[in-house]
Structure formats: C-alpha cells, structure tokens
C-alpha cells in the first residue's frame, strides 16, 4: 500500500512493563527505556494520522482515498536469526474515520480496524484531533501546537533527553501481530521519505483508552509527542514468520 502522510502525530505513553508484558503475544518482548533514576518504562504509541490517496502499490495517487486513522501500539522487539532483533509496534486497536477502510482493512490485515467519528484540522498553526469512538473505549482529543518547534518534553517524562525520546517515535520500521492459527508472527515492513519528526508541545483534553481493560488501573505518563507532514509512506507485504525470526 502506499500513501501521502499530511500529518502524523503520535503521542507515546509511558507505563511499567508489567502493566503491558500480559498484552504481548508469544514472541515478542517489550522495547524498555532506563530512565536516570533507575526506573524502567515500557510505551504505548496512540497515533492519527491523515492518510491521504491511499491506494494499493502500483496504482497512481489519483485512485486513492483520504483517510484519518488512529491507533494505540506497544512498543515492542522481536528477533532475527541473526541474533539482532526488529523494533516495531504491536497493535492493540485501530480506528478509521471510514467504512470502506474499515471493511477493507479487517479483510486484507491485521490492524483490527473499528468505526470512528473523528476531524483533523489545522487552526492558526494548532493542529486539532478529535475522535468519537462507539463504544467510547477510544475516544480522543488533543492540540498540538506547531508554531513553536522543538519543544521541550512534557512535564514528567522518563526521557533524559530528546535524542534519548526520538527512539520512541512511532511509527516504527516494522508492526507485528501473533497469528494464532499457524504459530507465526506477522510482520509488516513500512517504507517513509523526508523522516524528520519534530516534538510538539500537545494538549490532551480527552484520552479514554486507559480507562478500560487491563490497563484501567494504571497511570500513564505522556513522555513525547512528534510530529511530521507531507512525507510519502507505505506498507510492504507481511511476512510470516516462526517465532524465533525464521522465515517462513
């Protein structure tokens, strides 16, 4: 698939990695961070994205459709046979603004796509977001402000610095997803141009994700927001793949 990023904002959350070692599937283990006082920290990505002329590989961008997507992944590592591993995100839930990408998404990936309302506006150099999810398990709002970049990190982030946050950055090289009926994982490979995100300071008025399921009794802590636009992005194939990074 290949597509136009307008925007891309993604927001990453810090959480103890016992609060999120129980969401992974077989194969994958947590991508941590030691932050200077000793703690250590696993994240979750919640990202929105305009995706504009999506369309499969090969056919012209005038054959694709705009899109607003969100979604909520875990940082993650899986390995290779080489003994190196991959970095990349485990999905945990997606959203779309559309049916259509809704219908064709669940049939030809794994990314779990659900219906959603949202908008996605610039407004005097703010960039705007808002999501109304069905079930309101996922509902979202946040501000970015573009005019004043490179921010500093939010208040309270584990990070010692932004060179040390910039590894969080979704989205990552790579997403995985267990596939259950085989054993294997799935992993999709993303291609990108023009890959320069910048932090943005970001206010979150609404963010009910951690609200519901095994993460209703933790605290997260924003530890970065990024930003980019108007960059070409695209999907490879998955590959499946044993769990010890072989391919199958």
Not at 21 to 26: E, F, I, M, W
Not at 77 to 97: H, N, Q, V
Not at 106 to 128: C, M, P, Q, S
Request: glycine share 8%.
């Amino acid at each position: 698939m290949r597509t136009r990023f307008g925007h891309s904002l993604v927001l990453t959350y810090a959480l103890p990695p016992d609060a999120l070692a129980p969401l992974l599937p077989p194969g994958l283990s947590l991508d941590t961070y030691r932050a200077p006082d000793g703690s250590e920290h696993a994240f979750v990505a919640v990202g929105v994205v305009s995706a504009l002329d999506l369309r499969p590989a090969g056919l012209p961008a005038l054959c694709g459709r705009d899109y607003v997507l969100t979604g909520y992944r875990v940082f993650t590592r899986f390995p290779t046979p080489g003994g190196r591993t991959m970095r990349g995100l485990k999905i945990l839930r997606s959203d779309t603004d559309q049916r259509g990408m809704a219908l064709a998404g669940n049939l030809l990936t794994h990314y779990h796509y659900r219906l959603a309302r949202t908008r996605l506006e610039i407004d005097g150099g703010r960039l705007r977001v808002r999501v109304d999810s069905r079930d309101h398990r996922a509902d979202l709002a946040v501000t970015a402000d573009l005019t004043s970049r490179p921010a500093a990190l939010p208040a309270g982030s584990p990070f010692a610095s932004a060179a040390h946050a910039r590894r969080f950055a979704g989205p990552l090289p790579y997403t995985f997803d267990y596939e259950a009926r085989t054993g294997s994982m799935i992993v999709v490979k993303a291609h990108r141009t023009r890959w320069r995100p910048e932090p943005v300071a970001v206010e979150v008025s609404t963010l009910t994700f951690f609200r519901h399921g095994p993460l209703a009794a933790t605290r997260p802590v924003l530890a970065n927001a990024f930003h980019v636009a108007d960059l070409e992005y695209g999907w490879h194939r998955g590959s499946r793949r044993a769990l010890d990074g072989t391919p199958r």
